[in-house]
């Protein structure tokens, strides 16, 4: 799992697209934008665009697969 940097601040690698949390979970975009509006993927929305902290996915894949 990737780790923040010490300083707290985010980096583009730790930022993902709706696109790229799409390929990783291998479903359409609009599945992605939809567990994201219904709060089932955390995200954060700027402006029109609608961002995903890497670290945050990862910890709900975590979290589904120990159930």
Request: aromatic share 2%; glycine share 4%; charged share 20%.
């Amino acid at each position: 799992m990737s780790q923040q940097p010490p300083n707290g601040l985010l980096t583009a690698a730790d930022v993902m697209s709706v696109s790229e949390v799409a390929e990783l979970l291998h479903v359409p975009r609009s599945t992605i934008s939809d567990w994201a509006r219904r709060g089932i993927l955390p995200s954060v929305k700027i402006g029109r665009r609608r961002l995903y902290v890497r670290q945050h996915i990862e910890a709900v894949l975590l979290q589904a697969d120990a159930r």
